[in-house]
Nanobody, 119 residues
């Protein structure tokens, strides 16, 4: 059974940075073949995809984070990252990583890590 585990969340002031990490437990060899994404959900709002990375390394971002967030995938370390810079209060949410073997079809989800940005 594959499990994804996020870490790196926390509380920062507006303008600050955080780096989220997502590791895999079980069947670690499958990480290389996974397309992966970061999602977030704020209270009272729908979950949204923040960033996506395909197995070929191509990336995409939702408009609100373009130029501020960077998704990356280190296959040697079996770890997905989300570098978040210039954070804004509206970035406050629970952040989740997800992975799957078909692009944007996510089978595996992490438990989430909280990001809180104060003004």
């Amino acid at each position: 059974q594959v499990q994804l585990v996020e870490s790196g969340g926390g509380s920062v002031q507006a303008g600050g940075s955080l780096r989220l990490s997502c590791g895999i437990i079980g069947y670690t060899y499958s990480f290389y073949y996974m397309n992966m994404g970061w999602f977030r959900q704020a209270p009272g709002k729908e979950r949204e995809e923040v960033a996506h990375i395909d197995t070929n390394g191509s990336t995409s971002y939702t408009d609100s984070v373009k130029g501020r967030f960077t998704i990356s995938k280190d296959n040697a370390k079996n770890t997905l990252y989300l570098q978040m810079n210039s954070l804004k209060p509206e970035d406050t949410a629970m952040y989740y990583c997800a992975g799957g073997f078909i692009s944007r079809s996510y089978t595996y989800w992490g438990q989430g890590t909280q990001v809180t940005v104060s003004s």
